[in-house]
């Protein structure tokens, strides 16, 4: 008979998957997954220089590759740091089978049962399971709109901590993103306390479609802490590949581990990425694009809950990435009463508590706006606020003394 391991006790079940599960249906306007829009895949190039790097480098790309990755797509990323003031090299580099694995890798390094880690709150669930898996501990500190709370952070690492985990652009599941005085405050911070490591977690910090790019914390540590990036939101998530850029000793310790759980990232497709870029892919192009298409959504998003979202609801206005905020009224429903009444609607999102790991977040609710189309966002939000409305009347009415 199966019987799990005691360490799945710990894991919290992916909510938002099983939400997916009955929100796939075509007639249903989804805010509820994380999926980039098909439109922004360059299929063709991908196709094109999938079958150049197999047809040309058969015997290289068809084979088992260095745990590191290919040095040459080391070197690329490394490269990019460039425009941070940042001169790295491969040997800051790891590639990794998505972001995710990173967050795995990092834990399995750093973390024995019990440690603790500090976690913005809420956060990405991806990261709340991979860090529960190992036994860890969590710590919070809640975000505030120009990035998580000094003070709160500060408190934490005083207690002990052995990895701090932010997303500092474009959060998700919230939008918000910390400003530079914040990220500065970060790194200074994190100076004093040299037994914590500063994980930074940026698969969308490349979506920006408002403002001036903010560096890295990761720039103002002068690359004494990690940063992960990913392919998945700038080319497409089905490539799986990702970084780890940080301190060489960290890069060695996270391929060991990384060597054990799949030996390697595809080397196909990290030479697909290669080839792309040899074959002159106008990247910069490419994401400048992606982001005008997101920034158009969003902004649909927010137009139509301008319009229509009841007194009292507040959400934020997210210069980049897929995801808004939304608050809900506080005397109104919760929004997992919201997200049934949605549901009959054929609206779906997802409720805020699977983002917090003290069971916050009942009147809030992560919305995407990368995966419906300016008119369905319309539409989907319309449906939205008039079943907020509708539920918040009920609520006033059931309070409501009765007169006889
Ligand atoms: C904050 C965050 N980190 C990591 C990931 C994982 O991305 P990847 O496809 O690179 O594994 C996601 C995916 O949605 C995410 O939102």
Redesign the pocket.
Known sequence: MFSPSRRMAHVPQSFIREILKVTQKPEVISFAG?LPDPECFPAQAISEAASRAIGRHSARVLQYAPTEGLLELRQWIAQRYQRFGLSLGPENVLITT????A?DLLGKILLNPGDTVLMEHPS?L??IQAFSLLEARFATAPLTPRGVDLAAVQRALQRGARLFYT?PNFH?PTGISADASTRQALAQLMAEYPQTLLVE?D??GELRFHGPEIPPIFAATHGASIH?G???KILA?GL?V?WMAGPPEIIRAAATAKQAADLHTSTVCQAVILQLLEDGFPLPAHIQRVCAHYGERAQAMIHALRHAAPQGTRFTEPEGGMFLWLSLPPQGPTSMELFHAAMEQGVAFVPGTPFFLDGGGAHAARLNFTAASSERIEQGILRLCQCLTSLLQAKADSKRPEVS
Do not use: C, K, V, W
């Open positions: 994380g998505g972001s995710q694995q967050l990405y991806g990261a997303i998700n977690d698969p969308y992960l990913s392919f998945s998530p799986r990702g």
